[in-house]
């Protein structure tokens, strides 16, 4: 299936469902800077729910509370009723995918292969079975690229599946690292910024890909600065501002909401609302609600160009799969999400 011969609207939305995803006050420390306050957030089956906020106000270090990149300080987060793992390779294992703000693909592999590393949590056969090829490995290899090749279809890159991840356009970069999500089979998908750096008709295909994506029964919570997209797309959004929920509901409600607009505006706000708090030590430093663009006129973040890029692979969050080959991955040690985080050091524990 491609996005452009089987897209979904609001229309076809499943009914949402049991809980999927029940992060219960979340609070997330890097030394006497609070990133995230206490917040809650469910997502059921059948939904999709954004979380949008100003620059810095924590939504990407909430997603990794909710991947095992971080521990929380304070708080659980449960996937199907089940308290999540601490690690990131477990939390994926358990039904979790994501994508990542700044792109992550192995760019010297093929489109095909960046895929199938997205495969490995689901097969289960040993190093032996690898090494040796036994015929039970060759079996769930043959199954991985049959499924690969489906998710290649299902965001319309089959015909590409043999080209490097490098010589891709970004808008299907982004796609690619989707379809590599995809393939561990996840229940819930966290998605962080998935148009940034798009044109207009990348973004209305990323859209219809994520209705797709709720279709297929795969709960969605998205991260997005792109008001209209988020507004368009989304069953529930929260908002949340120097790290605490400032609000939640649907989209015409938060839309609505004078303490949103003032926040997305850098006007004070009322006295209720968390982001009228007087700045403290522990408020985070990067909160910068007059930087915000206001809703409906904010401008996609530009493409990065290929060097740039390059960096963000270098500094940006080692891959879920560990046995990614290391010349391939961004360097696992170097990255700052690749591991999970030791709430009282600020120090973070191998993922
Ligand atoms: N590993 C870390 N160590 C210390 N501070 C951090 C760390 N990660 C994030 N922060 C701080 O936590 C706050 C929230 O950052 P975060 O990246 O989660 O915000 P965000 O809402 O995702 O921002 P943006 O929209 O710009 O991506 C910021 O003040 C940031 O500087």
Not at 10 to 37: H, I, K, N, Q
Not at 182 to 189: E, R, T
Not at 291 to 308: I, L, T
């Amino acid at each position: 299936m491609t996005t452009t011969t089987k897209t979904a609207d609001a229309t076809t939305a499943p009914t949402a469902g049991e809980t999927v995803l029940d992060a219960r006050g979340v609070t997330m420390r890097f030394g006497g800077l609070t990133a995230v306050r206490d917040v809650n957030l469910t997502v059921n089956s059948g939904e999709i729910v954004g979380l949008i906020g100003p620059n810095g106000a924590g939504k990407t270090t909430f997603f990794n509370c909710l991947t095992g990149l971080y521990v929380p300080t304070e708080g659980e987060v449960r996937y199907k009723g089940k308290v999540l793992p601490p690690t990131s390779y477990k939390v994926t294992d358990a039904g979790i995918a994501r994508t990542f703000q700044n792109i992550r693909l192995f760019h010297n592999m093929t489109v095909l292969e960046n895929v199938l590393v997205g495969r490995h949590t689901r097969m289960k056969q040993g190093l032996w079975s690898a090494l040796l090829r036994l015929p039970g490995f060759k079996k769930a290899e043959a199954e991985a690229t049959d499924r690969a090749m489906e998710l290649l279809e299902f965001i319309g890159l089959q015909d590409k599946a043999q080209h490097l991840a490098k010589n891709l356009p970004y808008g299907e970069q982004r796609k690619l690292e989707i379809a590599r999500a995809l393939a561990s089979d996840p229940g819930l998908i966290l998605l962080d910024e998935p148009t940034a750096g798009m044109n207009p008709q990348e973004t209305r295909a990323a859209e219809e890909l994520i209705f797709a994506i709720r279709d297929m029964g795969i709960a969605v919570l998205v991260i997005e600065h792109d008001m209209r997209f988020i507004f368009n797309l989304c069953d529930r959004v929260a908002v949340l501002v120097q790290g605490q929920k400032l609000i939640e509901g649907d989209s015409d409600t938060v839309q609505s909401d004078e303490r949103v607009i003032a926040a997305y505006l850098g006007e004070p706000v009322a006295d209720d609302a968390p982001a009228a708090e007087a700045p403290s030590e522990e408020t985070p430093a990067k909160d910068a609600p007059a930087e915000a663009a206001p809703a409906e006129d904010a401008p996609a973040k530009e493409a990065p160009s290929e060097d740039e890029a390059a960096d963000d692979e270098a500094s940006e969050d080692a891959p879920e799969t560990p046995e990614a080959p290391a010349d391939e991955a961004p360097a696992a040690g170097e990255t700052s999400e690749d591991t999970t985080h030791d709430p009282a050091s600020g120090k973070e524990n191998d993922a």
